[in-house]
Structure formats: C-alpha cells, structure tokens
C-alpha cells in the first residue's frame, strides 16, 4: 500500500501570508496527486489534479507543484476563505489520503 | 450541473450491514471513463477511500476493507450503492460518495456526506 504523510500537520497564518504544505509518497506515484480543502462540516472540494492542474473555477493563488515522492500545494496570497483543512490524495495505485493539514489563523 | 446525495440509515448495531445509495444527476455513469466512489471520514479524522465503479463496471476497493465491501450500479436509476458487512463503532463516519471524471483526476464532485453511527 502507498501512505501519504503531510507537513505540517496545522499551520498558523494570516492574511495575505504565502502558505506550502508539502505532502510524501511511500513510493514513486508519477504526477498522479490531488489536493483538497475542506471546510467544517462540508465535502472536500478539489482543488489541484495530476499534482499541478488547477481545478476549473479553483482560484489562480492554489499551485501545486512535483512529482514522484515529493509534492507541495503553495497558496500565493493566503485569503479569509482559505482557512481550512487540506489533503492530499495520490491515485497511482488505489487512492489514499493524507492526513491532511489544517491551516487556521495566526 | 451534477449533483450526487447520499442516503441509508443513519444508526445501524454492530455486525449489521450497511447500505448506502448515491443518487446523482447530472451525468451518466455509462459515459466512458466516468467513476464513482465511496469515501468516508471519522469524526475529527482523514479521508478513507474505500471503493470505486467506472462506467464500464470495473471495481476497486480498499485492499484493507475488501471483503466487507460491494460497490454496484443501475445506470438507469443513476444510482451506485455500496454495502459494508459486519459494521463495527470504529465503522462511525461520514459517508461520502463522489464523481470523478477520468482516471486521470481527482473526484471532482462530492455529496453532501450522510453521518452513518454503529451503536448498539
């Protein structure tokens, strides 16, 4: 099975603060990777595909960049909306998930 | 514009099984490349994948959760439904089934998620 670790686990920012949450495979899974935000309460929503395609409609400030084992999703301009928390999921072998990553405010 | 919901019982005892229904519109599950899966989530935990049918009736589960798992579907209901055996507590989540286009994304849209509680 392939396991997903993120980093880190919460990170505290505020408005307007450049944000990289970097995500590791156990094992090579090409650019197969996507990353979501979810908020309380809610469904996930996809934000990044193919560890670098922006999801239709998903802001330009989410970026997601790398590929084999090492993976990071960069929000340029950390906006009030932004406050959540993010997974990542690799789809090279099955799915999994990471642990996800809550981003709150400083 | 595509939608999916959930539905099943809400409580259900241990060694039950489980059986949830995603409805959805707005797409058809015999368009080529076209999935829908299950995932579910612990209250305060991460995500768990735990099965997917494609449009041509390809499945794949959870290694982990393999035997106790079933994912079929009715094209012409536009309906997937997943059962679970032998529930357990640490079976508590919320359900969520979810679109995905191509094999080559993520899922793209989600339901709104049904919280399934196993208590005695």
């Known amino acids: 099975d392939i396991q997903m670790t993120q980093s880190p686990s919460t990170l505290s920012a505020s408005v307007g603060d450049r944000v990289t949450i970097t995500c590791r495979a156990s094992q090579s899974i090409s650019s197969w990777l996507a990353w979501y935000q979810q908020k309380p309460g809610k469904a996930p929503k996809l934000l990044i595909y193919k560890a670098s395609s922006l999801e239709s409609g998903v802001p330009s400030r989410f970026s997601g960049s790398g590929s084999g084992t090492e993976f990071t999703l960069t929000i340029s301009s950390l906006q009030p909306d932004d406050f959540a928390t993010y997974y990542c999921?690799?789809?090279?072998?099955?799915?999994?998930f990471g642990p996800g990553t809550k981003v709150d405010i400083k | 514009q595509i939608t999916l919901k959930e539905s099943g019982p809400t409580l259900v005892k241990p060694t039950q099984t489980l059986t949830l229904t995603c409805t959805f519109s707005g797409f058809s599950l015999s368009t080529s490349g076209v999935g829908v899966g299950w995932i579910r989530q612990p209250p305060g935990k991460a995500l768990e994948w735990l099965a997917l049918i494609y449009w041509n009736d390809d499945k794949r589960y959870s290694p982990s959760l393999k035997s106790r798992l079933t994912i079929t579907k009715d094209t012409s209901k536009n309906q997937v439904v997943l059962t679970m055996t032998n529930m357990d507590p640490v079976d508590t989540a919320t359900y969520y089934c979810?679109?995905?286009?191509?094999?080559?994304?993520?899922?793209?849209?989600w339901g709104q998620g049904t919280l399934v509680t196993v208590s005695s």
């Open positions: 979810a679109h995905r286009r191509n094999p080559t994304g993520g899922f793209d849209y």
């Open positions: 999921q690799q789809y090279n072998s099955y799915f999994t």
